[in-house]
């Protein structure tokens, strides 16, 4: 066996593993995969639903179609995968360049979802063993036909494949996640109602600062603390104009640290529903480490759910109070189809 045999077709495998755990990572964690098209600032024709959840399974398939494929129908395949990790290598370097945070999620439940020069230096390697492949398929190789001219060196492949089965046993999370306390608590859970905190926010950009408290004098408050340059917040906040929609009964506001006045320059989208954060107080009171969160003010001056944190959370919390509401809803339509009902036998009368 010649050690570039071993070498090139090390490159064909690498990718082929690293298409699979980033496909299986992202099955296992979708909601993931969402949020890193928007970090990453996908373009739109790309930022679809059905492209984000068939991307997993056509990493898969494309790493089967590496592994299977012969010449020439490995130089396709090895085309498309140099297309692909370039781009991931090209979406990174751009938030990386930018000095933006954001999550990439790239290999979904798996790894570190931070983006960062480590997250680019590996990306960057990816991209250049693609191009190695690539070369080689080009010139007639493809890993069916590395594969043939293994010999007796066969058992280097085993290790190779054992060292990723066991580097994905060790860094796979299945714990689940720790639940945040929300409105659709039974009694079991024993949600405390504390009452809603002391703290200033300021409504209007000219408005002054008024108490946490004053917000939900008529209709219950749902707030979301967001940051700028969040993928997961961008997410949430996106549905804002639906959810506003679908829930009349409720006031949503997005909270953050930034004026209003730089809010109506950079997230526009958060303007009609946007509270400042007077000296960033509100996050810390809640004990909220992480955004997107959302907690939920009652009209009786408790908390009336929440804290959630996490896309995920802040979106089921959302589909609860949906829940919750429509029998409410039901009733109240029913009282006032009775009521109507009730008139018109009343005039009949008279």
Not at 67 to 76: D, F, I, Q, R
Not at 96 to 104: F, H, L, M, P
Not at 114 to 141: C, F, I, K, Q, Y
Request: hydrophobic share 50%.
């Amino acid at each position: 066996m010649g050690v570039d045999v071993a070498a090139v077709l090390a490159a064909w495998l690498i990718i082929v593993v690293v298409l699979i755990a980033s496909g299986i990572g992202k099955i296992r964690h979708p909601q993931g995969a969402e949020e890193a098209f928007v970090a990453l600032g996908a373009p739109k024709w790309l930022n679809r639903r059905w492209i984000i959840q068939a991307h997993p399974w056509a990493e898969i398939a494309l790493a089967t179609l590496l592994l299977a494929l012969p010449h020439p129908g490995s130089v396709v395949a090895a085309a498309f995968a140099f297309a692909l990790f370039s781009a991931y290598l090209f979406f990174i370097w751009r938030v990386v360049a930018s000095g933006k945070n954001a999550s990439c999620n790239c290999f979904g439940s798996l790894g570190s979802a931070t983006v960062d020069r480590w997250t680019l230096g590996r990306n960057a390697l990816l991209a250049l063993l693609a191009a190695l492949m690539l070369v080689d398929a080009a010139l007639g190789g493809s890993a069916v036909a590395r594969f043939g001219g293994l010999g007796e060196g066969w058992w280097w492949v085993l290790a190779l494949m054992l060292t990723a089965g066991l580097t994905y046993l060790v860094t796979r999370d299945d714990a689940p996640a720790p639940r945040s306390a929300s409105v659709d608590d039974g009694p079991e859970e024993d949600y405390l109602r504390l009452p809603i905190p002391d703290v200033a926010v300021r409504a209007e950009a000219s408005g002054e600062r008024i108490s946490l408290r004053d917000l939900p004098q008529e209709r219950a408050q749902l707030l979301f603390f967001v940051q700028p340059d969040c993928g997961p917040c961008s997410l949430v906040t996106s549905k804002l104009t639906d959810w506003e929609r679908d829930l009349p009964e409720i006031d949503f506001r997005v909270l953050c640290w930034m004026t209003h006045a730089d809010v109506a320059e950079e997230e526009p989208q958060w303007a009609p529903f946007y509270i400042e954060e007077a000296d960033g107080a509100v996050g810390s009171v809640f004990g909220i480490t992480g955004r997107p969160s959302a907690v939920l003010l009652g009209m009786d001056g408790l908390l009336a759910g929440g804290p959630v944190t996490g896309s995920t959370a802040v979106e089921q919390m959302v589909a609860d109070i949906q829940e919750q509401i429509a029998p409410t809803r039901e009733w109240a339509d029913e009282a006032q189809r009775i009521a109507v009902d009730h008139s018109a036998v009343e005039r009949l009368a008279q």
